[in-house]
T-cell receptor, first 114, second 112 residues
Framework: AQSVAQPEDQVNVAEGNPLTVKCTYSVSGNPYLFWYVQYPNRGLQFLLKYITGDNLVKGSYGFEAEFNKSQTSFHLKKPSALVSDSALYFCAVRAPGTASKLTFGTGTRLQVTL | NAGVTQTPKFRVLKTGQSMTLLCAQDMNHEYMYWYRQDPGMGLRLIHYSVGEGTTAKGEVPDGYNVSRLKKQNFLLGLESAAPSQTSVYFC???????????FGQGTRLTVV
């Protein structure tokens, strides 16, 4: 069964500092990996994805993520955090194949302070 | 484009009552999903569909049924609501496995 682990319930960072939100996954075959962000009382918004190719993928709002196959990780990063980045972040994985499920992690709350 | 629309946005049910949550998407997507979100548990997949007329069980299907009679609609039914089904329910759709999913705004359901 496929799964996603987000080991940190919350990440605290000061504005202007780099941030990392961790994600590891387990899936059969080559994974499709996604990051989503959720603001209070809203649905999830897509940030970025890894399907194939370059291990470093860039997404919305200055976020990027690095795919590491040997460590089965897909950590979300941003060079300089903003207070407005404070939100709930979800990592998700899907196995290739037409009948595959999209499985989410438990989420990591990012708190950026001045 | 409206994207993914969920109806209703809020609902309070009494234990044992039934209801149907409607998800409609206008993007001609093949895949549709129902998730529930609970504090500390992330999003858990209830049921999903890979095309019109197909449905499949996710991680937590018990107590729920679904139907996808039309490509644009995915219905989630609760036959006999229980307090454990108090949650926020999200519908999502996706054009394919390598493509991102688009989410609705959620339905906050309380079962008393």
């Amino acid at each position: 069964a496929q799964s996603v682990a987000q080991p940190e319930d919350q990440v605290n960072v000061a504005e202007g500092n780099p941030l990392t939100v961790k994600c590891t996954y387990s899936v059969s075959g080559n994974p499709y990996l996604f990051w989503y962000v959720q603001y209070p009382n809203r649905g999830l918004q897509f940030l970025l994805k890894y399907i194939t190719g370059d291990n470093l993928v860039k997404g919305s709002y200055g976020f990027e993520a690095e795919f590491n196959k040997s460590q089965t990780s897909f950590h979300l990063k941003k060079p300089s955090a903003l207070v407005s980045d404070s939100a709930l972040y979800f990592c998700a994985v899907r196995a290739p194949g037409t009948a595959s499920k999209l499985t989410f992690g438990t989420g990591t709350r990012l708190q950026v302070t001045l | 484009n409206a994207g993914v629309t969920q109806t209703p946005k809020f609902r309070v049910l009494k234990t044992g009552q039934s209801m149907t949550l409607l998800c409609a998407q206008d993007m001609n997507h093949e895949y549709m999903y129902w998730y529930r979100q609970d504090p500390g548990m992330g999003l858990r997949l209830i049921h999903y569909s890979v095309g019109e007329g197909t449905t499949a069980k996710g991680e937590v299907p018990d107590g729920y049924n679904v139907s996808r009679l039309k490509k644009q609609n995915f219905l989630l039914g609760l036959e006999s609501a229980a307090p454990s089904q108090t949650s926020v329910y999200f519908c999502a759709s996706s054009p394919g496995t390598g493509r991102e999913a688009f989410f609705g705004q959620g339905t906050r359901l309380t079962v008393v």
